[in-house]
């Protein structure tokens, strides 16, 4: 690797770097560079000056909330982990970032990997675990080579292992890679991963907080979350309350990406809107062009019609809009883009990841694509319209977790949205952006 | 009033479904009180009134361009559309045949037959309807009543008829719906 | 307990239980297409959901636990409209043509739930993507057109049985059942135990022998126990117009719960030998058929001129009644000896040790179901008796250890966590020497190793296994013929008593236990000086021990099937086989069971203990004490009852 440093070049005007802070400055393989940038610091407070219910306390206070998509409030899990009783429980950390366009914890594990390791001890001894897992994507060889060399770095200098900080708490920290499979980010999923078994979901509840990994309690958290406990630890609760809005306390990363001037990685407060991410960040559409719609949150995230721009982009703001902030993965749409070509790609992508438990799932999606493979050739009925809108509904209500779940949530977006482009399709066999091939060949693709 | 007006054809199917409606036997006099039995392929008249019926029947699967026209038409002619039978329900045997491409298809029939000397040749007159892929009628056209089996029993067809007869949708469940 | 209200109906369950079992408590049924009684809910057809009040969305009943004052609905249109939904996308997945299929008609449980909704067709039609047939496998059908990817057979093949054949492939829209990493069923490590077809709620899984012949509203069926082997496992036994269709295990039966075996299964379904239908008398050197009344006089007059000078040999498949009748016979004409056909020495070793001890040694089979370490010894029970394997077997995921000593190779070796290769004259002073280890009397593992030419690392591990056991449960058997089998029980009922485990001995056919408690046990010498009377039943003679009767004089056989030995014989006289006839058994940790008959005999072929009766009615032999008196007084190797 030529140059460590220069993955993030340089910060945005009003960019908050939190998560980010050491990315691109320090040398990711030196844990002396990680310690001078005040690594370790808060462990050591922590382990010396802490009781574990004074760390969950913090944590609550602070507002900070799960940043893998699902806005859980930090503190309260790490609570239901702490309060089961057990002979044996585990930390997680989610790695498995899978969800197309999203790299934000990719950038936190290669430039900062130490954060996380140091994060993961502290929620270790605030819920009473004394054994925790990464586990990491597959694809993500540079990630796991990091983290391997951090850990071993940790071990050696005292902070893994037997009897942290004289403290006389212990914590081993392992590395489980991922194979290629999204449905592996949901976390029963990954439990059931780590333990040897076909990454399914399992049926919940119980939910992992009482009965996870070996049926013992376990706590598991985002990158980007756990890289915020320890600047927490060190600053305090109303230090992160200070950035965001009141619902979202601290900052987020969005990775922007679409038809834009300018892509790419930005660590912001919580509560900006989209217009100001597009005008300030992206630099605008390509060639001058509108704002038609984005998407938030990666594959399955809201599909925002450009008359929401101005929604802060904060967990409550969006709910109450109806739409859903998810990983912070952002996609941006100008008339180039066709709607019926998007939920296409991204049907193509739910069936594929799809793990195949459960039936409307696993066969929703694969009848939802290839009823848009149709459309998109010229050969769709209106009929296909009922058969998109049921299946989009019954797999919101009737999936065995948030893949199936949320797969449809696009396309009903779509169907609500942007109607008239889907049905010019089916009855002019026109396509307003000119992308679907509208060929009138029966497409031979299962 | 008038009588309900039937008409009913038949496209790839095995003429068995007409013939299970002719197993309601003396039941037939009844019928024929109830409605006015306009064109079937195995009365004098084969082609549905064009001021159109009340009720048409199709039995079999749409196999090629021909049925499809046919399906049309019947459509186009009913007020009400039975699909009679396996076949006009989901393809039934014909159906089999989509497991394979239609050249394979063709050629097996044509050319490769036990029966069939090296002068066995696939037919492309122009005149011929274009086979398609094999497909349930409510593929084509939309149906409004699914009669299952092969052949659905007699009685079961005769309780369709006589309900469409006096003005009542027919309601296939339980004892009426499973074929056994 | 809470309290859970169902379709506007009240009940207490325990904490726990989930919605799908509580609606059933109230005689509400939800259906499912994944579930089963005997498998771990899975979650996944999600036919099963139903409205609760409350929450946003349809939740799964099977997977549910009840919740306090939980309020639930079942029958609503929303309900309704999703199992509809959930069938539609079913049949629009793989090829479900109910046209050709014999499950058709009643037997198929997706038909049956898409009846139950009402669906005259298809909402959404299928790819017409063909999937493949596997007929690979003698016994079994893999038909993937019809799979609805439910996952019983999995489940069924891993929970139930523990050998882990079947899995799925691929994810997604590709997952695909497999057997072993994508084998022809046929060539797996499939056991052909057919718990997998019992289970399939389609056609998917069928087993050749009973496709097409008759729905189960059309069949008869009878309960009853299998006699393949002395477990004594509980089954259905379905019939058509006196025709054997099919056997499949009872789920309720408390030995096995369900699982059978092959041997249980499918071998009656293969049947090849032909039926004896009359009783033949020699004339001249060759059989020919005769009446019963000329055969049994024959018989009686022969038996009466040998007095003294004869001995019987009975099978140990006959029920005790047939045994106790055929033993008042040899013994009121005192026979020379009176044996069992069963030579293999460690069941002998058993049944001495309980005359000689006076006392019980055995333990229940249903107490060694959930031990955390099994330890075989002298049996292979992936061949014979094959239930308790999967008792072992399907406890290892759970973390239970697996050890086995053996002479040589077993079905155990790909399972066992030790294998343990002793030679068998050696296994006594070997078992001595694991005691003492485990005793802590011993230090010199290094020297027991070198020894027994075994790595130490293997040793310890087992020594580590067995001490740290919190169950443990020993399995001896017949497999290997011991030179010294009665030193190896001992040591091996030493071991048992010193890691306080539990022991079942498999002994061998059906009434093995049965035969010795009234006192018919294996003798050296089985033929007589001028008569050997066999009462055969169905049994399969091996070839080694039909060579014993080629010394025999004049043999008298009841046999059902026409063997080697019949074709040798004087007399001969027809039996019925196990399917035809009833009587009690005792198993082989002491169940005493009544067989139930599921077929008639052709004519004029009696059960074995009726044609012995004729015999002994024939020869005034008088009544001696009941089989169940002389139970009673017979010490056991376990309790009886």
């Known amino acids: 690797m030529k140059n460590k440093r220069s993955i993030i070049k340089s910060t945005f005007p009003a960019e908050q770097r939190i998560v980010l802070k050491r990315a691109g400055i320090i040398d990711p393989d030196s844990i002396e560079e990680y310690i001078v940038h005040d690594g370790y610091f808060a462990l050591g407070k922590v382990l010396t000056e802490m009781k574990p219910d004074k760390v969950i306390f913090i944590l609550k206070e602070s507002n900070l909330r799960g940043r893998g998509g699902a806005g859980f409030p930090t503190g309260t899990k790490w609570g239901f982990v702490a309060g089961t009783k057990a002979d044996k429980k585990y930390v997680i950390c989610n790695a498995d970032e899978s969800e197309p366009g999203t790299y934000k914890d990719r950038l936190i594990l290669e430039g900062d990997p130490h954060s996380i390791i140091e994060a993961m001890v502290i929620a270790g001894y605030a819920v009473g675990a004394d054994e925790g897992y990464i586990y990491v994507r597959g694809e993500y060889k540079l990630v796991q080579t990091r983290l391997l060399n951090a850990i071993k770095q940790a071990k050696e200098m005292g902070f893994l292992g037997e009897n942290i900080f004289n403290s006389g708490y212990k914590f081993d920290l392992h590395i489980h890679a991922g194979a290629g499979a999204y449905i592996c980010g949901e976390e029963t999923a990954l439990i059931e991963s780590i333990e040897g078994k076909r990454g399914e979901p399992r049926p919940r509840p119980p939910y992992p907080t009482t009965n996870g990994l070996w049926d013992k309690p376990t706590l598991v958290n985002n990158v980007e979350t756990l890289a915020n406990v320890a600047p927490i630890i060190r600053n305090g609760a109303e230090w992160f309350k200070s950035f965001g809005t009141p619902s979202s306390a601290g900052t987020k990363v969005f990775n922007i990406m679409g038809n834009v001037n300018s892509t790419g990685s930005i660590e912001v407060p919580m509560g900006i809107t989209l217009r100001d991410v597009i005008s300030i960040y992206a630099k605008g559409l390509k060639d001058g062009a509108v704002l038609k719609l984005a998407q938030t949150g990666g594959s399955s995230g809201s599909i925002i019609p450009a008359d929401l721009q101005d929604v802060p982009m904060d967990y409550n703001s969006f709910a109450n809009a109806g739409v859903s902030m998810g990983s912070g993965a952002l996609l941006i749409c100008s008339e180039k883009t066709c709607v019926v070509d998007l939920a296409k790609v991204l049907l193509n992508f739910f069936r594929f990841e799809s793990c195949g438990k459960c039936n409307p799932c696993r066969i929703g999606n694969q009848r939802a694509y290839q009823i848009l493979l149709r459309i998109s050739e010229g050969l769709g009925s209106m009929k296909d319209l009922d058969d998109l809108q049921d299946i989009s509904k019954w797999l919101y209500e009737m999936s065995n977790c948030g893949l199936g779940q949320t797969a449809g949530s696009p396309l009903k977006d779509i169907l609500n949205h942007f109607r008239a482009e889907v049905e010019a399709h089916i009855v002019k066999k026109e396509c307003s952006a000119g992308v679907c091939s509208m060929s009138g060949i029966s497409p031979t693709s299962n | ?180 | 307990m809470v309290k859970i209200t169902i379709n506007g109906k009240t009940t207490e369950v325990e904490r726990g239980t989930t919605i799908l079992n509580a609606a059933r408590d109230l005689g509400i049924e939800i259906p499912t297409l994944c579930d089963h009684p005997e498998l771990t809910p899975y979650g996944g057809c999600r036919m099963c959901l139903v409205e609760v009040e409350g929450i946003k969305t349809l939740q799964p009943s099977c997977t549910l636990p009840a919740g306090n004052d939980m309020v639930i609905h079942t029958d609503t249109q929303k309900v309704h409209d999703a199992r509809k939904f959930i069938l539609s996308m079913i049949f629009s997945e793989r090829n479900h043509f109910c046209p050709s299929c014999q499950v058709s008609g009643g037997d198929c449980e997706l038909q049956n739930s898409a009846y139950d909704e009402g669906m005259t067709h298809w909402p959404i039609m299928p790819n017409w993507q063909p999937y493949p047939v596997d007929a690979s496998h003698p016994f079994i059908i893999l038909e993937h057109n019809r799979c609805i990817l439910c996952r019983q057979c999995v489940r069924a093949c891993g929970e139930l049985v523990g050998n882990f054949t079947l899995a799925f492939e691929e994810r997604g829209a590709d997952s695909n059942l497999i057997a072993d990493l994508g084998l022809p069923l046929g060539e797996s490590s499939c056991i052909s135990c057919g718990t997998c077809v019992q289970v399939c709620p389609t056609g998917s899984l069928i087993d050749r022998w009973s496709a097409f012949q008759g729905k189960e509203t059309e069949l008869d069926k009878t309960k009853t126990i299998c006699l393949g082997c002395s477990i004594g496992c509980g089954i259905d036994i379905l019939t058509r117009d006196n025709r054997l269709v099919r056997i499949e295990g009872d789920w309720d039966a408390e030995i096995n719960g369900g699982v059978i075996c092959e041997v249980g299964r499918f071998h009656p379904m293969i049947e090849e030998r032909e039926r004896l239908l009359t009783p033949m008398v020699s004339v001249n050197g060759k059989l020919k058929a005769a009446t019963w009344d000329d055969a049994i006089s024959a018989a009686a007059q022969k038996i009466t001129n040998s007095k003294g000078k004869l001995s019987g040999v009975a099978s140990t498949r006959l029920s005790m009644e047939a045994l106790n009748k055929f033993k008042e016979v040899c013994d009121a004409f005192d026979a020379e000896s009176i044996s069992t056909t069963e030579d293999h020495s460690a069941i002998s070793a058993v049944f001495d040790l309980a005359q000689s001890s006076g006392t019980a040694f055995e333990s229940k089979i249903d107490e060694i179901k959930n031990a955390d370490c099994y330890l075989m010894i002298g049996e292979d029970t992936t061949k014979d008796h094959q239930v308790l394997s999967f008792f072992a077997k399907r406890q290892i995921p759970v973390g239970a250890k697996l050890i086995q000593i053996s002479d040589n190779s077993t079905g155990f070796d790909h399972f066992a966590n030790e294998s343990l290769t002793i030679d068998k004259n050696s296994q006594s002073k070997f078992i001595e020497a694991i005691e003492n280890l485990v005793a802590e009397k011993s230090s010199d593992i290094d020297k027991i190793a070198k020894s027994f030419k075994l790595d130490l690392s293997s040793l310890e591990n087992v020594v580590e296994m067995m001490s740290s056991a919190k169950k443990v449960a020993i399995i001896f058997g017949s497999r290997t013929n011991y030179d010294n089998a009665a030193a190896v029980l001992d040591s091996i009922i030493s071991l048992k008593n010193q890691l306080n485990g539990k022991l079942v001995t498999t002994k061998g056919n059906i009434n093995s236990l049965g035969a010795s408690t009234i006192g018919i046990n294996y003798t050296e010498n089985v033929v007589g000086s001028e008569l050997t009377i066999v009462a055969l039943g169905d049994e399969k003679l091996s070839q080694n021990f039909s060579k014993k009767f080629d010394k025999t004089p004049f043999s008298i056989i009841f046999s059902s099937y026409i063997s080697p030995l019949t074709a040798d014989a004087d007399i001969v006289f027809p039996v019925q086989n196990w399917l035809e006839q009833g009587g009690h058994f005792i198993n082989a940790d002491g169940h005493i069971f009544e067989a139930k008959a599921a077929l008639e005999a052709p004519e004029a072929v009696f059960s074995s203990e009726e044609s012995l009766s004729k015999l002994a009615d024939a020869l005034e032999v008088k009544k001696q004490k009941s089989w169940r008196e002389l139970v009673k007084e017979t010490p056991a190797p376990v309790t009886i009852s």
């Open chain 2, 1 to 180: 009033m008038a009588k309900p007006t039937v008409a009913s054809n038949w496209l790839a199917g095995c003429a068995g479904c007409h013939m299970s409606l002719l197993d309601i036997d003396e039941r037939i006099v009844k019928l024929v009180e109830l409605v006015d039995l306009r064109a079937t392929p195995i009365t004098d008249f084969k082609v549905p009134d064009e001021k159109g019926v009340t009720v048409g029947i199709l039995e079999g699967g749409i196999n090629n361009s021909h049925n499809e026209h046919v399906a049309k038409q019947m459509r186009a002619r009913s007020k009400i559309l039975v699909a009679l039978g396996d076949c006009a329900v989901f393809g039934g045997i014909p159906a089999m045949r989509n497991f394979f491409t239609l050249e394979e298809s063709l050629k097996r029939a044509y050319v490769d037959t036990p029966s069939t000397d090296e002068s066995g040749k696939i037919p492309s007159s122009p005149e011929l309807a274009k086979p398609t892929l094999v497909r349930a009628v409510h593929e084509v056209v939309k149906v409004d009543v699914f009669v299952p089996g092969c052949p659905p029993d007699a009685d079961i067809i005769f309780y369709v008829l006589a309900e469409l007869a006096q003005g009542r949708m027919p309601k296939l469940e339980n004892n009426n719906l499973m074929w056994n």
